[in-house]
Nanobody, 117 residues
């Protein structure tokens, strides 16, 4: 199983980035897909979830700015990030889960997002 995250980079505040996470080795449509982030010195936090049925939920800190989506035909989940702020700077990880309660079956390797002020 592999989750390959990409799309990170350096962007100015107010800018946009689109992250992608391509999955292989799993039946993608059977999994809820998630994006998390971890800033230096902070705990990893859940940013967005999209269920296998296509329902999306977001952390309060990103609501209205970030959009999670999935393409089951391409085994890929996306995170469109708009109106980026310096506090969005973190390593972003995707994860796949069939469980409840904040546990995850598979993790991607992370992609760095840096937002300059």
């Amino acid at each position: 199983v592999q989750l390959q995250a990409s799309g990170g980079g350096l962007v100015q505040a107010g800018g946009s980035l689109r992250l992608s996470c391509a999955a292989s080795g799993i039946i993608f449509s059977f999994y809820d897909m998630t994006w998390h982030r971890q800033a230096p010195g902070k705990q990893r936090e859940l940013v967005a979830v999209i269920t296998r049925g296509g329902n999306a939920n977001y952390a309060d800190s990103v609501k209205g700015r970030f959009t999670i989506s999935r393409d089951d035909a391409k085994n890929t989940v996306y995170l469109q990030m708009n109106s980026l702020k310096p506090e969005d700077t973190a390593v972003y990880y995707c994860a796949a889960t069939q469980r409840r309660g904040g546990t995850y079956d598979y993790w991607g390797q992370g992609t760095q997002v840096t937002v300059s002020s």
